[in-house]
């Protein structure tokens, strides 16, 4: 079955950094797009960002763009999302999804405070 496995979170400073990874398994991981969500106290479930299966094209939410970075090792079946320059705002549950197989992971909890 499908799986989706996410570590990397904790507690950061504001203007911190945060690596978060996404381990995949039971389904063909290079052949589908895959994206981050999150969700937080303030906007609730918010789309972060999207990659597509190469990894050639990415899209972010404005709120993000310019911050965070999404990536992929296709060899490795893993989902990368570096966060720059964290705000407060970013605080929040980070989950992986595969959005066309309707699949999501348990999500890391990632907190911003000083």
């Known amino acids: 079955q499908v799986q989706l496995v996410e570590s990397g979170g904790g507690s950061v400073q504001p203007g911190g950094s945060v690596r978060l990874s996404c381990v995949a398994s039971g389904f063909p991981f290079s052949a589908d797009g895959m994206s981050w969500v999150r969700q937080t106290a303030g906007k609730g479930l918010e789309w972060v960002s999207t990659?597509?299966?190469?990894?050639?094209?990415?899209t972010y939410a404005d709120s993000v763009k310019g911050r965070f970075t999404i990536s992929r090792d296709n060899a490795k079946n893993t989902l990368f999302l570096q966060m720059n320059d964290l705000k407060s705002e970013d605080t929040g549950v980070y989950y992986c999804?595969?959005?066309?197989?309707?699949?999501r992971g348990q999500g890391t909890q990632v907190t911003v405070s000083s």
């Open positions: 990659i597509s299966s190469g990894g050639r094209t990415t």
């Open positions: 999804a595969n959005d066309g197989r309707g699949a």
